[in-house]
Structure formats: structure tokens, C-alpha cells
């Protein structure tokens, strides 16, 4: 499917405070949560574009993350306050989805990566080659309220 516009990022921040139960005993946060700290941010954006998971399921489509890239540059620690932000880079096929997080203090960037994820039709459980209407017609929507 082709994209209907010129398709430009999109981003959306998610602030939050590094909870005790995501840190190791040296109070740095462990490897693996830095994927829901990407989910936070992710539903923030998808939330933004007015597509979150509750609307894709309601429109026949799952969207399984299918990659995924973390960098560490900085450890996380419990009590830094930080900011997750997510910018929805391309939709050709599916999403993908670039992420950095920051600290809030001090602007420093400590972490970046990207999910990308596709439809899955939820009827026949078999993978959208693309990316179905209703994505581009709520970024379409999206554009629309901005301009």
C-alpha cells in the first residue's frame, strides 16, 4: 500500500522517575527495562497519532514489535528523572519507531534504539504487507488538527 501523503516524523515525550523494583542491588536499572521505558514512550506516541493498541485492535490489526535496538550510552539509576521520547519515523511497512531517552535535569541523552512493528491481521493472524488505511488515515487526521 502506498503512503496517501508526505509522511513526516512524529514525536511524543513520557517523563517518569526510575522506580526502585527496575533497579539492580547497585541501583542501576536493568537492561531489559529499558524496553518498557520504550513502551511508555511508544504509548505516548500512539496515543498522540490516536492509534494505540486498544484502537489497532478495534481496526483487525496487532502490531508485534519484530526488531529491536537498545544502546546504552549512560547507566539509568533509581530516582533520576527522566524523559523517554518516541518519534514514529517511517510507516511504509508497519512502524518504526526511534527512541531516546534522556536525563530530565540535564538534557544529556543516555540511551537510544528503535522498535519497528507490523500488522498482523487479528482474523487470519497473517502478516499486512504495508500498512493498512486506517494508520495513514489517523496520521492524516493527526496532520489535519495540526495545521
Known amino acids: 500500500m502506498s503512503k496517501p501523503f508526505a509522511f513526516k516524523p512524529i514525536s511524543a515525550e513520557h517523563a517518569l522517575r526510575v522506580p526502585f523494583y527496575d533497579v539492580d542491588p ?54 533520576q528523572e527522566i524523559v523517554v521520547q518516541a518519534t514514529l519515523k517511517d510507516i511504509d511497512f508497519g512502524l518504526l519507531i526511534g527512541y531516546k531517552i534522556f536525563d530530565k535535569a540535564t538534557g544529556q541523552r543516555l540511551s537510544k534504539g528503535y522498535t519497528r512493528q507490523v500488522p498482523v491481521s487479528l482474523e487470519t493472524q497473517e502478516m499486512f504487507y504495508g500498512s493498512p488505511d486506517v494508520l495513514f488515515d489517523c496520521i492524516r487526521a493527526f496532520n489535519d488538527k495540526q495545521a
Not at 61 to 78: E, G, H, M, N
Open 26 to 79: 547497585m541501583h542501576i536499572v536493568w537492561h531489559g527495562n529499558y524496553v518498557k521505558y520504550f513502551e511508555d514512550g511508544r504509548c505516548a506516541l500512539l496515543d498522540k497519532i490516536d492509534y494505540n493498541y486498544t484502537k489497532m485492535g478495534q481496526s483487525g490489526f496487532s502490531y508485534p514489535v519484530i526488531d529491536l535496538r537498545i544502546q546504552y550510552a549512560k547507566p539509568l539509576t533509581f530516582g
